[in-house]
């Protein structure tokens, strides 16, 4: 067998590499260069450098298994992998202290000013006056993530004797409590944090998660820090809010566009910028070199990995039955995320009908990938899923009733915690996804990929056009809509489906309206 080793990792991860199996070293090729020559190879070995695109992977006729030797795996086209039956692993604990650590550095080098105090003294100026800095004691950190890495930097801060404050709402209280965190809502978490840290993964949820409308409503003392992944902050929103003094200042160790040498950000003196060095220690790279290394070795025996991002392959029968579900349990998933409130304890998901007889397991995987997309760095999959939820304290509770009232087959999710339930379910008709619960109400929702407001309100005359007239004075255009109610003049919800985003803004102005409990924008 052959291995490519397409960006270099450490001398002890390709030791263990040619003890199995031939290794070429090959770093810095261009795509056609490597779609070239990767159909020789078994396996491919990549870091955050080489692009494993469709392509690459479509031209990998033997590739059988593709290792990432670190945590994300942004630079790999992951549903094509699976599509071709090709097993991606990654190391997705071997730099999570190394990570950890290089955000509590920047903390305190924004606290301490330490690089620009170094840059002076270094130029011949003795300026202690200029950099009066603040202690971390008894200040208030906000950890966006708590997975792996965020639960290392609160664990940090609290020996620090900071209060640390938390935002992840798939993360049980026990979980919180054991980690002396206090959870909170983002808009909290903006509102009082006087250092806020991200370790989130990047997706289309969490892409811009910090911009202008966050910015205002944060302290004027506060220090923002991103070691996770370029794109968490509207990069042009952060400069503008430190050169307005409304932020004390940011280091930033991730980029939008890497590498990068010229950017706003680096004209900054209050920004502090490394070039993508979060898991830059030697003991990490040897760790994630090592864990890779043996995984790969894994796979080409033909036995199951320890950290499989995709799941493995099923059979035919099964898929064929299971696969339209797929994207059902992705949908439902999403749409949980993005409706549920407060801190989720248990999530139940039932399967109905047809469903019912067969191993569920990939939908259960798929069901919790779409609820947690945007607040774990982890990819949930089959092999993973229950791991992933015992690790964040939530319960997973599955049921399977072998009849159906009004479907072929359904399936519901219910995520509740101390305030309630969220309750969602979706079911297949001609091939296709079509949402049809949403709480107490039926409709018949197809999620089309676009933006889709929920209203819950009291039934009342006039409602609908005045929502309507909010959505034309902003010029975007009502594609379809959905009612349901309890009863005459009583709960209701509006579903519309609408071409273009509506801004904080305009939502405001629906929530605004006589009778309206809640009015949130997802996007499906």
């Known amino acids: 067998m052959k291995i490519l080793v397409a960006d270099q990792i450490d001398s002890e991860g390709v030791a263990i590499l040619r003890g199995f199996a031939d290794v070429d070293i090959k770093t810095g090729l261009k795509p056609p260069e490597l779609i070239a020559i990767i159909g020789d190879y078994e396996a ?27 945590v994300g795996v942004d630079n790999i086209d992951v549903e094509e992998a699976t ?27 924004l606290a301490r000013h330490i690089p620009q105090a170094n840059a002076s003294l270094k130029s011949g100026q003795w300026r202690r006056n200029d950099f009066i800095g603040t202690e971390v004691r008894g200040k208030t950190l906000g950890v966006i ?38 959870p909170v809502m983002l808009k909290q978490l903006l509102q009082e944090s006087d250092f806020i840290t991200l370790h989130v993964p990047l997706t289309d949820l969490t892409k811009g998660l910090i911009g202008s409308e966050e910015l205002a409503l944060v302290k004027p003392n506060v220090r923002i820090i991103n070691a996770a992944r370029g794109g968490l902050i509207d990069e042009e929103a952060l400069v503008k809010a430190v050169r307005e003094k409304r932020v004390a200042g940011a280091a930033i160790d991730v980029f939008v566009t890497e590498p990068i040498t010229k950017s706003s950000l680096f004209e900054e003196n209050g920004i502090l910028v490394t070039p993508h060095l979060g898991a830059s220690t030697t003991e990490a790279q040897t760790i994630v070199a090592k864990d890779v290394a ?16 995709n799941a493995p392959l099923i059979s035919m029968e099964t898929f064929a039955v299971l696969a339209p579900f797929i ?13 549920a409130e407060g801190q989720t304890s248990t999530i139940r998901i039932k399967y109905e009908g047809e469903l019912a007889d067969y191993d569920t397991s990939i939908l259960k995987a798929t069901v919790l990938g779409g609820m947690l997309e945007g607040v774990s760095e982890e990819r949930v999959t089959l092999v993973n899923a229950s791991l992933v939820a015992a690790k964040r ?41 079509h949402i049809v619960r949403v709480g107490d109400y039926w409709f018949d929702i197809v999620p089309t990929g676009g933006y889709f407001l929920f209203s819950d309100h009291i039934d009342q005359p006039g409602l609908i056009g005045a929502v309507g007239k ?4 902003a010029n975007i255009n009502i594609s379809a809509m959905h009612l349901g109610r309890l009863k005459q003049r009583g709960q209701a919800m509006m579903i519309l489906a609408l071409d273009e985003p509506l801004a904080e803004p305009q939502l405001q102005q629906v929530m605004a309206l006589p009778g309206v409990r809640t009015a949130k924008l997802v996007r499906l």
């Open 470 to 473: 909010i959505t034309g004075d």
């Open 44 to 70: 491919l070995v990549v870091r955050s450098q080489t692009q494993v695109t469709a392509e690459v992977i479509r031209a990998g006729k033997k590739l059988q298994v593709i290792g990432r030797a670190g």
């Open 294 to 309: 043996e995984q790969i070795i894994t796979v080409l025996k033909g036995e199951p990995a320890r950290y499989a991002v």
């Open 145 to 182: 993530g708590l997975g792996n890495v965020g639960s290392e930097v609160a664990r940090r801060a609290r020996g620090l004797e900071m209060r640390v404050i938390g935002y992840d709402p798939y993360i049980s209280a026990d979980f919180a409590r054991n980690l002396q965190v206090e």
């Open 83 to 109: 599509r071709q039956g090709i097993v991606v692993v990654n190391a997705p604990t071997g730099n999570t202290i190394s990570a950890a650590e290089h955000s509590i550095a920047l903390m305190l080098a």
């Open 393 to 433: 304290g939530l319960t997973v509770v599955e049921e399977k009733e072998f009849t159906c009232k009004n479907y072929s087959s359904l399936i519901t999710v219910e995520a509740s915690n101390k305030e309630g339930a969220t309750t969602v379910a979706a079911t297949v008709l001609r091939g296709e996804t």
């Open 327 to 339: 994207w059902a349990a992705a949908a439902v998933g999403r749409l949980v995320n993005q409706l």
